[in-house]
């Protein structure tokens, strides 16, 4: 059952350059909502950079007392460009990733790996990997 108790987050985007490949620089503000950070959910992420993306997520989520939480929210999905970019040569993709999320009643402090990649059906396949650094609310309805 999908749950629902949504969070926004306002992050910041970095890119990730590794030495198997070069990928352009997509840094930028993101705003990230998610369905909830326990159980089955849904996650959407809007950049400011041009990239977006929907997921599904399951969050794993553990009380460590004094009204502190820490989720760890593995998703799959897919994602848009809506630019030309050499990393990521078809405008929609498949993403995958994972976040780690702290709470405190209502705030969220979360750090996020975000993958970006057509799978190899289109070439070249290069992929794009972003880590975000984000903070927000917990809306309880």
């Known amino acids: ?27 930028g503000t993101v705003i990230e909502i998610q369905t909830c950070d326990k159980g089955i959910g849904i ?12 997921a599904v997520q399951y969050g794993l989520q553990k009380d460590v ?18 630019h030309p970019n050499e ?20 705030y969220r402090f979360g750090v ?3 993958h970006m990649s057509n799978a190899g059906m289109e070439y070249p396949n290069v992929g794009q990997d972003m880590v975000i650094f984000q903070t927000g609310f917990k809306f309880n309805l």
């Open 1 to 27: 059952m999908l749950c629902f108790a949504p969070i926004v987050l306002l992050g910041f985007a970095t890119t990730i350059e590794t030495s198997w490949h070069k990928t352009p620089n997509e840094d």
């Open 43 to 54: 996650d959407v992420k809007l950049s400011m950079s041009g990239l977006y993306g929907i």
């Open 65 to 82: 007392g004094n009204g502190v939480t820490i989720a760890l929210l593995p998703k799959a999905g897919a994602s848009y460009v809506d």
């Open 87 to 106: 990393a990521l040569p078809s405008r929609t993709q498949f993403e995958v990733g994972a976040q780690l999320l702290v709470g405190y009643g209502r």
């Open 112 to 114: 996020e790996y975000w």
